[in-house]
Every structure is written in structure tokens, then in C-alpha cells.
């Protein structure tokens, strides 16, 4: 009997939906055989769910960590940009730092023996399924400025072994007296499990990889692309233009059009680092 996975993502708002209906339908495309949970907190309506599970999503309602009220004022939007006001791109109106600790709550899903998560703003280019045979805890490193940082950890895509226990254990070093996670879920998860094991670049290619490392971009090894700061919903914004071509590409996948062929995409024009 083979071991069970699942792609797990989390929607906290309609907005996330609409990532989660893209994400879903790449993964189908991928033809992996992997279960596809989509967790979902109160704050999403059904008809926004709708779509994905039309696409075979099995939706899993979670509840909120019940974390005290002295984190949760530590950890308010106002708060954390604060304490670190952020400047390297523009995060969207409903971005809530809080909603991003609910993710921990993958590791309550026992009936699987290995998850790969990714966050609602990704794309999933070609199979993937191997991570599933990777260690607790992988992830892929937070490169989009420099290659400097690889010794950073983006947490928009990881692979965990759900445990109750685990998740006690997380939530006790969660909630400790005046814990503070200044990139909420990815500041907590790199505490955690300080010795990660690194994935590919290519897991996890953060869009503003795009203009800022475009040598770094390649079509034919890109397997995840991940959507961080702006979204590609939202119409209109500063980066708008610079990230058209990824832009187009979340737009067909949501769409359930036409899927361009990934490996005759050209590459990104070489300019000035942003």
C-alpha cells in the first residue's frame, strides 16, 4: 500500500481563493497522484471554495490558532510593519499576518504521511512529486534579491510530516512569553527547525527573481513559480508591467484556457536591478 500525500494549501480570504483555483488546476495538469487539500479558514464564503473543489480539491476547514491576545497584538499588521517597515514590494490590502500561522495546522492532518505545502499564490509547472520523498523539514531558500541569501528560508513552499505532537510542540514555542516572528509563519518555521534541508531554487521561484537574478530564471528547470508581494489578481500595480509575462501565465491557468507550453516561454530581458 503506498504511503499517503497530499498537496496542502491555505485560503483565509476570497482573495486566496482565487490563488488556490489556479494552484489546484496547475497541479491537476501535473498529473500527480497526490491527494490536493485546500484548508480554509471562517473568513472565505463557499461559492469562492467552489472553484477548486470543482477541480477535485478536498476542502478541510480549519479553525484559527487560539493564540493569546498579547501575540496577536504583537503580530497585527500595524505591529509588524512597525517594528520592520517593509520596502521591497507592495503587500495587498488583504495580506493579514496573523491569518499566516493557520498553516501550522497541516501538521494536524495525520491521515497523511507526507505533505508538500504551498502557498495559495503559486504555480506548479511540471511534476513535483518527488518532494514527498524529501526529509522533514525542506524548503527552498528565500532568493529574490541576491544570491547571498540562500541561507534564508522561504516558507511558500516546504515538506512536513504531519504529528499531533509536532503540532503541540509548535504551538508551545509559538506562543512563548514575548515570541515575536517578524515574518510570521517563515521566521518561526526557520526557528524551529533551524537544521532545514534545502530544496531547489527551482521549488520555490519567487517572482521579483524575474528583474532582480533574470540569469538565475529558467524556463525548462522552473517547477513552482511563487507569487510573493504582488499578486498576479489584482490588476493593476507598481510591478505590473515588469511581471507581465508571469502576469499572463497565472491568468491562463486560472482561466482553465489554454496553457502555454512552458519550455518555448522566452526568458526574462536583462535590466537594471530594481
Not at 114 to 124: E, M, R, Y
Not at 235 to 261: N, Q, S, T, V, Y
Amino acid at each position: 500500500m503506498s504511503a499517503a500525500r497530499a498537496y496542502v494549501t491555505l485560503v483565509t480570504n476570497a482573495d486566496f481563493a482565487l490563488g488556490a483555483t489556479a494552484l489546484v488546476r496547475s497541479l491537476r495538469l501535473t498529473a500527480t497522484s497526490a491527494d490536493i487539500v485546500v484548508m480554509h479558514t471562517g473568513g472565505v464564503e463557499p461559492a469562492a471554495l467552489a472553484p477548486a473543489a470543482a477541480l477535485g480539491a478536498r476542502l478541510r476547514p480549519v479553525a484559527m490558532l487560539a493564540t493569546s491576545d498579547a501575540f496577536n497584538a504583537r503580530h497585527a499588521k500595524s505591529e509588524i510593519h512597525g517594528r520592520n517597515p517593509f520596502t521591497k514590494g507592495e503587500k495587498p490590502a488583504f495580506h493579514t499576518p496573523l491569518d499566516n500561522f493557520a498553516k501550522l495546522r497541516l501538521w494536524q492532518l495525520e491521515e497523511y504521511d507526507s505533505i508538500v505545502f504551498l502557498d495559495a499564490d503559486t504555480l506548479v509547472l511540471r511534476n513535483i512529486d518527488r518532494l514527498f520523498a524529501y526529509p522533514e523539514f525542506s524548503a527552498a531558500p528565500n532568493v529574490y534579491e541576491r544570491l547571498a541569501d540562500f541561507h534564508r528560508m522561504n516558507s511558500g513552499v516546504f515538506v512536513a510530516r504531519p504529528s499531533q505532537r509536532t503540532f503541540e510542540k509548535m504551538l508551545a514555542a509559538l506562543d512563548a512569553p514575548s515570541a515575536f516572528w517578524p515574518r510570521t509563519d517563515q521566521t518561526f518555521l526557520q526557528s524551529f527547525f533551524p537544521d532545514w534541508h534545502g530544496l531547489p531554487v527551482f521549488c520555490n521561484m519567487l517572482q521579483y527573481v524575474w528583474f532582480n537574478l533574470p540569469e538565475l530564471w529558467d524556463w525548462n528547470s522552473v517547477a513552482v513559480v511563487h507569487y510573493q508581494y504582488e499578486k498576479p489578481w489584482q490588476g493593476d500595480h507598481a510591478k505590473a508591467d515588469r511581471l507581465r509575462p508571469l502576469i499572463d501565465l497565472w491568468r491562463a491557468f486560472h482561466r482553465g484556457g489554454a496553457i502555454p507550453d512552458i519550455a518555448t516561454l522566452p526568458p526574462p530581458v536583462p535590466s537594471a536591478r530594481s
